[in-house]
């Protein structure tokens, strides 16, 4: 491989670590703005993170070492997923045939451990989060397996490097419509799987009606910032994969193309905190209504591109 | 010169011999049974090894029933199959020594566990009608009085003739199969002969009598219903060998019968992927909805059966439109699926095996925190869980993706009731893989992770070394197959050449994911130091917070039925869940009680009443069975005379 090719992959890991909690002040700036408030600086996650980092953990008689491995299991599966994810139209570091199953798999095994972990403190508030982040997972998945579909077929490819590779701008041009579709299927993903409204409320006060937030109540220092930092790059990575689709950057000149990727990063951000801003969270009976319309909005994608 | 000696089968046969006879030594020693057991096995296992390396043969010699042969044959197809038998019942054999050393029934066990393994072993190898049924028959009476072994109890009666009910059901239709096959080749019974029968008019007939037959053993859904009380009343080693491994000689038959067809219709494939997801998604639906530790197990069962028919069908259209990549795939995912699923199906009924024998109960809702009494099989049970999710870095992920690949492939380039049936079958695994990871995350959080939920768990502590080293052996082999993929490939080719003729399996997606994998490993290492050693040190000494509430009890944990509800709520349509709640008329509640549970709708609500209505009808038939044995003799002489007469 070329030294440019190992550039690009320098810059890909190094915008993975560094980016993600921009987007976290990105939002509540945009949340601030819209209520007419300053908001926090921009730069605020980052100091939150370095401020838990030096803070002493405090670990409940009831919890194992599954508790410790549950914020650790989730930040490495966000890590190794994002080494599959092309950005900016570039190739993934890791890319193969079928690398999006590992790529929802490993975000997965994430899941799995931050459930278990909320399981493992014996608190009734945080089983009823993992209970309901197990079941919306439950509908957000087949939406993403649809959409993925749509990328599979209109790529003629079973890599996620080929299919938001360059030929998605050939692809809005002969099949614009399921692109929209599907794009608007893991927008509403996007939300869900990262706990934003109108699914969940990041910033209430009342634990009953918390999703993510609840099942990490109990962790702190730097367990709960490895939660925080875990959840950021779960987020980036479902902005990046809704910018991949959004934009193809493949076509423009690649080293334009990362500032470009920047700028539609955060754009998505603001985008999330508008929706923040402009929307009550949905009652809990109404979630699975918005995650099944999510999937069939995908299926028609996938049904519009095979007409 | 080691295909003149015919070794490969020679080695299977003793295999089934040793097992034989370990069932009648038994009768006077546990551990001298359990030592022949394994050294049957293992010839059973170096049998099939050598015939993956090539040294494939068959052994022939007459037998007096008419129709039959005493032929048996070791191609990379039986291969697939005897490895995981072997090695599931040898440590199966190991795990009762411990588990059921001397409780009720302890010497019939141990003698129908050998005999079970014979007749699975032989049934997979048989290259002869008769002796197939023969094998076959072997294998379900055995299984019969293995599931049984506590007869003393309703329920296990109860399984007992649900499954005694289907196991017949289903040789009639094996019976019917065979008789079709024969007829369609000029009446001979071996199988090498069929090839023309599933070329004529009656192959059809054939591939839906042999599915019902074999689906009805596989416990494909809606035939399942012998599978979920069976597999959680018998004893644990005995659940492991029947969902391990026994179910998976349906999913053998149909690939043996559709092995013979070269360009089956393709309707035959899109059935088999409607059946795969039916059984997929109800499977892990029913399963969620379990408070019975065995039963989820079981249900899984039924799921992971749903993923290989997933397979198989992906397999059988690639052959009917002629698409290498979708024989390739499909069956390298189905073979695949066949061996994960017996290694860590078996593991998870060994740990679930420990925790009821440790604590005396299956009931979920009862058990809880057990992590910190019994480390080991909680550490099994949690690498079970994760397999059975398809996460990485364990083997389920590998058979999955091809799986996964097999279906997004088909969905191109092919006929439209093809596409449709493939893209909603790829969704539905994606459902499936979802609904299986909140079923085992919760059966996991809830038995090993919190606090007790009962006393019933006091004193539980871990099992000793014969009852470890097995869950220890089949964590490590779910982990070796998960990373060293590449390993297991050159039999995955020769098992896919010899269903369809050459095909090679494709590798290329085993190198990054080694790749990945080291990643990750590495970044879990230096994170897990980092918490461990390098943040400041943790203190554990205060309860849960649970939002300030001081005095946090285990009964208010969240249970797993209330973990599961919404997801039982989603699936109410399938699963039928039963209520029972209170009803609050006072301002002051008085004493009440909420309870719910899922029954088998398929059993409950279909199979039991329409058997009900037989019943009562052919209960005028009675006298005529009236239990005495030379009554029963007179029958038999009768109906050979009309026979003779008739001929």
Redesign the interface.
């Known amino acids: 491989m070329e030294v440019t090719t190992y550039i690009h992959f320098a810059i890909h890991v190094a915008l993975v670590i560094a980016l993600p909690p921009l987007l976290l002040g990105v939002i509540n700036k945009t949340k601030a703005r819209f209520a007419g408030r300053v908001g926090p600086p921009w730069l605020q996650a980052y100091y939150d993170l370095f401020k838990l980092r030096r803070k002493g953990l405090v670990l409940s008689t009831t919890t194992t070492w599954v508790f410790r491995a549950g914020p650790i299991v989730a930040l490495v599966t966000a890590l190794a997923a994002s080494l599959l994810l092309p950005l900016a139209g570039h190739r993934a570091p890791v890319a193969f045939d079928g690398d999006f199953v590992v790529f929802a798999y490993l975000l997965g095994l994430g899941r799995f451990f931050t459930i278990a972990a909320a399981l493992d403190t014996g608190s009734a508030f945080e089983g009823m989060g993992a209970a309901r982040e197990a079941t919306f997972s439950c509908l957000a998945e087949p939406a993403v397996f649809f959409g993925l579909l749509v990328l599979a077929k209109a790529s003629d490819s079973l890599s996620l490097s080929e299919m938001l590779g360059p030929s998605i701008s050939a692809t809005w041009g002969t099949a614009g419509a399921p692109l929209v579709a599907i794009l608007a299927s893991f927008l509403i993903v996007l939300l869900a799987e990262n706990s934003r409204i109108p699914f969940d409320d990041p910033n209430t006060h009342l634990e009953l009606t918390m999703v993510h937030e609840v099942m990490v109540l109990d962790h702190g220092g730097p367990l709960l910032g490895t939660v925080v930092y875990g959840a950021a790059i779960k987020l980036f990575l479902f902005a990046a994969l809704v910018v991949g689709i959004a934009a193809p950057l493949g076509a423009i000149d690649p080293w334009l193309a990362w500032p470009a990727f920047v700028g539609a990063m955060l754009a998505v951000a603001v985008l999330i905190g508008v929706v923040e801003s402009v929307m009550a969270r949905l009652r809990l009976p109404q979630i699975p209504a918005l995650l099944l319309a999510a999937c069939l909005m995908s299926a028609f994608g996938v049904l519009l591109l095979v007409r | 010169m080691i295909d003149e000696l015919d070794l490969s089968s020679w080695l299977v046969v003793a295999g089934v011999a040793l097992s034989l006879a370990s069932g009648l030594i038994s009768l006077s020693s546990p551990r001298r049974a359990a030592a022949l057991l394994v050294i049957g096995c293992g010839a059973a296992i170096a049998g099939s090894v050598l015939a993956i390396a090539g040294w494939t043969s068959e052994l022939d010699a007459p037998w007096d029933v008419p129709g039959g042969r005493l032929r048996v044959g070791v191609d990379a197809l039986s291969a697939m199959f005897v490895l995981p038998i072997a090695l599931v019942s040898a440590l199966g054999s190991i795990y009762a020594v411990e588990y059921w050393a001397d409780g009720a029934g302890a010497r019939k066990l141990r003698a129908f566990y050998g005999v079970l393994t014979a007749g699975l072993l032989l049934l997979v190898v048989s290259r002869n009608g008769i002796l197939f049924l023969f094998a076959w028959e072997l294998m379900a009476v055995a299984a019969f009085i293995t599931i049984t072994t506590e007869d003393d109890r309703a329920e296990v009666r109860d399984v007992g003739y649900v499954y005694l009910l289907a196991t017949r059901i289903g040789t009639l239709c094996l019976f019917a199969t065979f008789a079709l096959l024969a007829a369609g080749s000029n009446g001979s019974l071996d199988f090498d002969t069929w090839r023309p029968a599933l070329h004529g008019p009656l192959r059809d007939a054939i591939f839906v009598t042999a599915l019902v037959g074999f689906g009805l053993k596989a416990g494909m859904m809606p035939l399942h219903v012998w599978l979920p009380g069976a597999h959680a009343n018998a004893p644990s080693h005995v659940s492991a060998q029947m969902s391990g491994v026994m179910i998976k000689v349906g999913i053998y038959g149909v690939a043996r019968i559709t092995s013979l067809c070269d360009q089956p219709p393709v309707w035959w494939g899109i059935t088999l992927v409607v059946i795969g997801v039916v059984s997929g998604v109800l499977g892990v639906g029913f399963a969620i909805g379990q408070h019975d530790l065995k039963r989820l197990l079981a249900y899984h069962s039924v799921e992971n059966i749903g993923i290989i028919a997933l397979g198989l069908g992906v397999a059988l259209l690639g052959r009917a439109l002629g698409r290498d990549d979708l024989v390739v795939l499909g069956m390298a995912g189905a073979l695949l699926h066949v061996w994960n699923h017996g290694l860590f199906k078996s593991l998870l009924f060994f740990s679930a095996g420990s925790v009821v024998h440790a604590t005396g109960t299956r009931e979920i809702d009862r058990l809880?925190?057990l992590?910190?009494k019994m480390p080991k099989t909680g550490f099994g049970f949690?690498v079970g869980?994760?397999a059975i999710?398809?996460?990485?870095p364990l083997n389920g992920?590998i058979s999955?993706?091809f799986v996964?690949?097999g279906l997004?492939?088909a969905?191109?380039g092919t006929p439209g009731t093809v596409?449709l049936v493939a893209?909603l079958a790829?969704?539905?695994?994606?459902?499936v893989?979802?609904?299986a990871?909140?079923c085992?995350?919760?059966a996991?959080?809830?038995v090993f992770?919190?606090?007790p939920r009962s006393p019933d768990g006091a004193d539980a502590h871990d099992p000793g070394r014969t009852m470890l080293a097995p869950i220890f052996v089949l964590a490590a082999l779910c982990a070796a197959i998960g990373v060293g993929a590449p390993l297991v490939a050159p039999a995955l080719d020769a098992a896919i050449a010899s269903w369809a003729g050459p095909r090679v399996a494709?590798l290329?997606?085993y190198?990054?994911?080694l790749?990945?994998a080291a990643?990750?490993g590495g970044?879990?290492v230096v994170?897990?130091m980092?918490?461990k050693y390098a943040?400041?040190?943790?203190?554990?000494?205060?309860?849960?917070?649970?939002?300030g509430y001081a005095a946090?009890s285990?009964r208010?944990?969240?249970t797993s039925s209330?973990?599961?509800?919404?997801?039982v709520r989603?699936f109410a349509w399938a699963l039928r869940p039963t209520r029972h709640a209170p009803h609050f008329t006072e301002p002051f509640p008085q004493h009440a009680s909420f309870e719910s549970h899922v029954p088998d709708t398929v059993l409950d609500r279909g199979v039991r009443p329409v058997f009900g209505v037989i019943g009562r009808a052919v209960g005028r038939l009675r006298p005529f069975q009236g239990g005495r044995l030379h009554v029963y003799l007179v029958y038999i002489l009768a109906t050979l005379l009309v026979l003779l007469l008739w001929r």
Do not use: H, N
């Open positions: 809880g925190g992590w910190r949690l869980a994760v999710c398809g996460l990485p992920l999955e993706l996964y690949l997004f492939r969905t191109s596409w893209m790829a969704a539905s695994l994606a459902l893989g979802a609904l990871l909140a085992f995350v919760k996991f959080g809830s992770l919190g606090a494709p290329d997606v190198a990054p994911l790749t990945l990643v990750s970044l879990l994170l897990a980092w918490i943040a400041r040190p943790a203190k554990q000494d205060v309860p849960t917070w649970d939002c946090p285990a208010m944990q969240y209330s973990f599961a509800d919404m997801v989603l």
